[in-house]
């Protein structure tokens, strides 16, 4: 059975601090797809980046890195200089592999920037 | 464009009413998607349509009934609801053409509350 841990419940920063949000998951298939999705308080969950388990480069996107590591199943997301505008609650979710992409969502990180 | 509108935005009803959810996408996508999210909790999957065919239904109690009139549009009917049914419920839509790229967006979500 497919699992996503997000062992951080909570993390508060200053503005301008940097903040990594750690996923850990497991899967036993090796055809697998990993997403961050960023929920403010308005509601909508924000699709911010998906990776498929056979690509295991890194990528940034502005203040925003994703760091990808099948060694350790994990999928970490940093932001650099966060701004008070990052506070949400942010989401880790897994989807193996099928047709109808079903999600496992972690149990989300709550970030709060302070200015 | 990647949005997904969802109305009402917020819904008040007591357990014998009856009512509808609505959710509209105008992307051309073939999946679509109803969430089921409780405070402070991760999204839960509740039905999942592909080609306007029920896919998936996640063991949901029959006071939920789903329906796919047109390939843009995905109504959630309600009746006879309990107070803990008192939920964000969230629509998604999805290309599904292919499960390597394509990535689910999320609309903002009814705020249901049942008296």
């Known amino acids: 059975a497919q699992k996503v841990t997000q062992a951080q419940t909570e993390i508060s920063v200053v503005e301008k601090e940097d903040v990594t949000l750690d996923c850990v998951y497991e899967?036993?298939?090796?055809?697998?797809?990993l997403f961050w999705y960023k929920q403010p308080p308005s509601g909508e969950l924000v699709f911010l980046i998906r990776?498929?388990?056979?690509?295991?480069q890194n990528e940034i996107s502005g203040r925003y890195s994703w760091n990808f590591q099948k060694s350790t199943s994990s999928f970490n997301f940093t932001i650099t200089a966060s701004q008070v505008v990052d506070s949400a609650v942010y989401f880790c979710?897994?989807?193996?592999?099928?047709?109808?992409?079903?999600?496992?969502f972690g149990t989300g990180t709550r970030l709060l920037v302070s200015p | 464009d990647t949005e997904v509108t969802q109305t009402p935005k917020h819904l008040v009803m007591g357990m014998t009413n009856k009512k509808s959810l609505k959710c509209e996408q105008h992307?051309?996508?073939?999946?679509m998607y109803w969430y089921k999210q409780k405070a402070k909790k991760p999204p839960e999957l509740m039905f999942v349509?592909?080609?306007?065919?029920?896919?998936i239904n996640e063991s949901v109690p029959s006071r939920f009934s789903p329906e796919c009139p047109n390939s843009s549009l995905l109504n959630l009917h309600l009746h006879a609801l309990q107070p803990e049914d008192s939920a964000l419920y969230l629509c998604?839509?999805?290309?599904?053409?292919?499960?390597?790229?394509?990535?689910?967006?999320f609309g903002p979500g009814t705020r249901l509350t049942v008296l």
């Open positions: 998604a839509s999805r290309d599904h053409w292919t499960q390597y790229t394509d990535t689910q967006y």
């Open positions: 899967t036993r298939d090796t055809t697998y797809y």
């Open positions: 990776r498929n388990s056979f690509d295991e």
């Open positions: 979710a897994l989807s193996e592999g099928g047709g109808f992409q079903k999600l496992v």
């Open positions: 992307m051309g996508h073939r999946a």
């Open positions: 349509y592909s080609y306007e065919k029920l896919s």
